[in-house]
């Protein structure tokens, strides 16, 4: 798993968890880095300990692109929310499964704003993501939602 992989797969989690509230945000990013994702890396190799967290570059890289996506997806959620309902027909936001709106929210996000980022594998990354967290139809959903999404932004 690429470091980027690992850093749009804990933006996912830290966004179903927050599901849009941006109340204490720093705090909820550091009690979420320092706890879940911390014990998240150990377990997929990034990092031995805990203690080995702090001034790793490969660290430093993760957890600034989570940082990115995570509050820039927030900071511009009523922007990226009317895009998804610009090209999602018959659905709404909240009638979307928890984890298929947050990882929309997300590679909406990264299509805005990360123009470096190849639309291609911004879709990619997306299609992977919701095989592993979402449901069966997560990946096609997906699909679906950004390919329309790119041709409106």
């Not at 190799?45 to 001034?55: A, D, R």
């Not at 989570?66 to 998804?84: A, V, Y």
Request: glycine letters at 4%; charged letters at 30%; one cysteine or more.
């Amino acid at each position: 798993m690429t470091k980027r992989r690992k850093a749009r797969e804990l933006a996912l989690q830290f966004l179903y968890e927050t599901d849009g509230d941006i109340s204490d945000l720093d705090y909820k990013m550091r009690s979420f880095y320092n706890c879940f994702a911390s014990e998240s890396l150990m377990r997929d190799g990034f990092v031995k300990s805990k203690e080995s967290l702090s001034g790793e570059k490969d660290m430093e890289q993760i957890f600034g692109f989570f940082s990115d996506i995570s509050r820039g997806s927030l900071s511009n959620l009523d922007r990226i929310n009317d895009i998804i309902k610009v090209v999602s027909k018959n659905w709404t936001i909240d009638r979307m499964s928890r984890v298929d709106r947050n990882i929309l929210r997300m590679s909406v996000y990264e299509i805005l704003f990360h123009p470096e980022i190849p639309n291609n594998v911004i879709i990619n990354e997306a299609i992977e993501i919701a095989k592993k967290f979402g449901n069966d139809e997560s990946p096609s959903f997906i699909n679906g939602i950004l390919d329309a999404a790119i041709k409106v932004v």
